[in-house]
């Protein structure tokens, strides 16, 4: 499995670079899954009705991926921090659990 | 034209077997559960694994909470928490001292199950399974109640658009408090899971130290040194390494895919607010947002991202001792230090100061909730012993530390409980300096060119508005006047070393600084080059 740096330091912080490379995959696959959708709902939020009109033009032509990149990057202002705001309730929820003792 | 998700190119990369499996096994075991049918099963329920967990934590600190009170150093909070268990397990074995303890209550099961015919081995495990049950059902009982309390509240609050601002209003407090409540019965859950888990190492683990006592006894000239070699290698015959990792593995998968189950809620309760999601299902929602992924780690990778294998170290060390601490203040404050990892996804900037908010963050939250007394003390020498481990601690480095540890014991023994929890969070809090001090110090020695940098992104005022935040935190208890005292003494030491470490790396650049030589100039930069070691 090749990684990038940050899939390399995002194993580190989670304590998981000596589980087994499929393990480790499998993770951080999820992890950015959880990512993808978060930041894709978060998006489809931040459009108005004829933006997303728009959009379902865009894909009705079978854009490609730079094409989706820049229409978003173009309609919608606030996409990075979309990004920002699914990362960081990933972040608080990773948090919740990497905690070992918790008696309420 | 209503919109329509399945028009989103599909994702070129299917998810593997392997993965698909796993995540399909545990949406089929999250469908399998079984909520209580009323609110009264559901109270009762609730209730009984209140107690089971109570039982749990009064067993672990009952002993040092007897010789505390005896002592009448308890600080009033302590003492009252102290009762609360107290008088829950009175409520639990009636007014039989001799029966008020889990383990009497434990032997009491076991006695009722031996009657049955089962054997120890079998009443632990069904024990273990039992209490994994208890607990998935209450994290599971939690997270509809938020779902629902989370639902219910976006209906009401159509134009929220992040969980921050969402938090901020007033009417959100009690949804942040079920949340709370969510998160605790999840992270019982995920120790009940590796407890039950870890079943095979514990009997593996046991078969080596059965044949350690032998080995002792048949031959009473051997060394430590070579007990240590036998039990590497007795554990290397029973496998004991790849258990553990196998547990470590399936801890990690639970814990990540409890994650993505969460999340998946929270994004499909976003979702059904708008009318063509609703129309078209999440599922097929769900089927088609792979595909813009590549765009975000594209974004991801235009982000300048400098961590090297020290930093990296450090901060693994960092979220060791996170996970020790635990509890709902650490949650609070030691929410630092992931933010230090997964925010370098954003920037490089962040990263330093996640180094450097982890440590002092951590420090605050530390201790408060959950260390008591002389536990507390160990727990803490335990924690920052991890620090100890890092390879770049020099025997200067480790005399300091010496000291601060003598320092803070010499004062928890003369005060009472409560300060000697807050001397226990300032512990932890003057280690998180030097480690940040170390991180620093170790970047000078190795290589000047980062240090500039570094110094920039940590100094002034943003290493200032860090301690605030910390001590704000601590602030927060009763014993706020002993962390923020030594946060200021931490903050300043990482200060004094930001500072040497500055001269140092003008000198160097300014070709000052010559060995031998008795220019002023010379000496003064050999000093700072000293000191920069010294004081970190």
């Known amino acids: ?104 | 034209m209503a919109f329509s998700f399945d028009k989103l190119p599909q994702n070129s990369a299917p998810k593997d077997e392997q993965r698909r499996m796993k995540t399909d096994a545990f949406h089929e075991k999250q469908k399998e559960e079984k909520l209580s049918e009323t609110q009264e099963e559901d109270t009762a329920r609730l209730e009984k694994i209140k107690l089971d967990r109570e039982a749990e934590l009064f067993n672990t600190v009952s002993p040092t909470m007897e010789r505390v009170l005896a002592s009448g150093k308890a600080g009033p909070e302590s003492r009252a928490r102290f009762e609360t268990l107290m008088a829950r397990a009175k409520l639990m074995f009636g007014d039989n001292p001799e029966a008020s303890t889990p383990t009497a209550r434990a032997e009491a099961w076991r006695k009722e199950n031996a009657e049955l015919g089962k054997s120890d081995k079998q009443i632990q495990s069904l024990r273990r399974a039992e209490r994994m049950q208890d607990e998935r059902w209450a994290y599971k009982n939690f997270e509809n109640k938020y779902l629902e309390a989370y639902a219910a509240h976006l209906k009401v609050n159509p134009f929220e658009r992040s969980r921050r601002e969402l938090f901020k209003t007033k009417e959100s407090v009690e949804l942040n408090k079920l949340k709370d409540e969510y998160y605790a019965a999840r992270l019982n859950f995920l120790r009940q899971f590796e407890d039950k888990k870890s079943v095979e190492i514990e009997e593996k683990q046991e078969q080596v130290y059965a044949l350690l006592r032998e080995a002792r006894m048949k031959n009473e000239s051997i060394s430590d040194v070579e007990i240590e070699d036998l039990r590497t290698r007795l554990e290397q015959e029973f496998g004991l390494p790849e258990a553990r990792q196998k547990v470590k593995g399936e801890v990690a998968m639970e814990r990540v895919l409890l994650t993505k189950n969460f999340l998946e809620q929270n994004n499909k309760a976003r979702a059904e607010r708008f009318s063509y999601v609703q129309k078209l299902g999440f599922g097929k929602l769900a089927s088609t947002l792979n595909r813009l992924g590549s765009n975000i780690q594209g974004l991801m990778d235009k982000v300048p991202l400098k961590i090297g294998p020290r930093v990296g170290k450090v901060l693994r060390s960092v979220l060791i001792a996170s996970a020790i601490v635990g509890g709902t203040t650490a949650t609070t404050a030691g929410s630092l230090p992931v933010t230090g990892v997964l925010i370098a996804l954003i920037s490089a900037k962040s990263l330093a100061m996640g180094v450097a908010s982890a440590a002092v963050g951590e420090g605050a939250g530390a201790g408060y909730k959950k260390f008591i007394g002389q536990e507390a003390q160990q727990d803490a020498q335990k924690k920052i012993s991890n620090y100890g481990d890092l390879e770049s601690w020099t025997p200067n480095d480790l005399s300091k530390k010496d000291k601060e540890y003598k320092k803070l014991e010499s004062r928890a023994s003369e005060d009472t409980l409560d300060r000697k929890t807050a001397w226990v969070t300032s512990g932890v809090t003057i280690a998180a300096g030097f480690l940040g001090g170390r991180i620093l110090s170790s970047s000078a020695l190795e290589n000047l060119a980062p240090v500039k940098e570094l110094v920039a992104l940590v100094g002034g005022g943003e290493a200032e508005a860090l301690i605030e935040h910390a001590t704000s935190v601590a602030g927060s208890a009763e014993h706020a006047a002993g962390v923020v005292d030594d946060a200021k003494d931490a903050h300043e030491h990482l200060s004094t070393a930001v500072h040497h470490i500055a001269n140092a790396t003008e000198a160097e650049k300014s070709h000052h600084y010559y060995e031998g030589s008795e220019h002023p100039a010379d000496i003064d930069a050999r000093e700072d080059m000293l000191q920069a070691d010294i004081t970190t």
């Open chain 1, 1 to 104: 499995m090749s990684l990038s740096p940050h899939q390399d330091d995002l194993l580190k912080a989670l304590q998981l670079e000596e589980l087994s490379p499929t393990d480790q995959e499998s993770i951080l696959l999820e992890m950015e899954d959880l990512i993808t959708q978060g930041t894709m709902i978060r998006l489809i939020a931040l459009m108005d009705e004829p933006t997303l009109t728009q959009f379902q033009k865009l894909l009705d032509t079978e854009a490609s991926e730079e094409q989706i990149d820049g229409f978003i990057k173009q309609h919608v202002p606030d996409a990075d921090k979309a990004l920002q705001d699914t990362i960081e309730e990933l972040r608080d929820d990773i948090l919740a659990t990497t905690s070992k003792e918790h008696v309420e």
